[in-house]
């Protein structure tokens, strides 16, 4: 069995009298490590995917299997158990909390297990040991989205899930933080998805999941993916 299993995920909206399919017969697998980009235009249903392997949203169909764990047949609390636990997010625009530092914001999430990394270590890793007690507001976007990552692997998450993490970025600073994203699929062995529109960062994949109008329109592998530093977008 593969790391991560979905099979026949179908999430649809009433709007009134018409049915809105955001994922329709979405299946695919993932490999625990595995640096994965998921691609689609706006409106293909990436977001609706990822927050459904997040446990941040249920899906009306199907199977998501984490781990062994099917965790479309998880109850609400135990989907908030496994959410907290188990998955880290990074966000377009970070979604720090204003009044902590980013040594705080990291914080926030170690509390939530008991097997958190060192904090001071994990924002050395991210290159901010020397802004941990600048809020927010003090930081630069890039640096902010540093931050957002030290707080998402900080809880050894099972993956790491970014959606449109350098979509706020300038070209430069985008690149820091995919390169961040890569060292932590290569070198602490940790499973990312990336959900993003921009087809250049396809390259940078191991696995890339190409989604239209709700569906999976293709799994490749890549068996060498391109190194962030000789990367073109
Ligand atoms: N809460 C919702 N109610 C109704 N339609 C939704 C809702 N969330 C998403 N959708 C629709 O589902 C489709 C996929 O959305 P989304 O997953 O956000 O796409 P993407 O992230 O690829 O831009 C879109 O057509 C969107 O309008
Ligand atoms: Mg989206």
Known sequence: MAYIEVRGLGKHYQMGEMTISANKEVSFDIEKGELVVVLG???AGKSTLLNI???????????????????AS??????????????????????????LTAKENVELATELVSNGMDVLEILKKVGLSHRMNNFPAQLSGGEQQRV??????????????????????????????LQILQDMSRKEGATVIIV?????????ADRIIRMRDATVQSVELQEHPADILTLEY
Not at 80 to 99: C, H, I, P
Not at 150 to 175: F, H, I, N, S, W
Not at 196 to 204: E, K, P, Q, S, Y
């Open 53 to 71: 392997l997040g446990g941040m949203d249920y899906c009306d169909e199907g199977e998501v299997w984490i781990d062994g764990v099917n965790i």
């Open 74 to 99: 998880l109850t609400d609390r135990e989907r908030t158990a496994y959410r907290r636990a188990d998955v880290g997010f990074v966000f377009q625009f970070y979604n720090l909390v204003a009044n």
């Open 148 to 177: 957002a990552i030290a707080r998402a692997v900080a809880k050894r998450p099972k993956m790491l899930l970014c959606d449109e993490p350098t979509g706020a970025l300038d070209y430069q600073t985008g690149k820091q933080v």
């Open 41 to 43: 235009s706006s409106g």
């Open 196 to 204: 993003t529109h921009n087809a250049a960062l396809a390259a940078i």
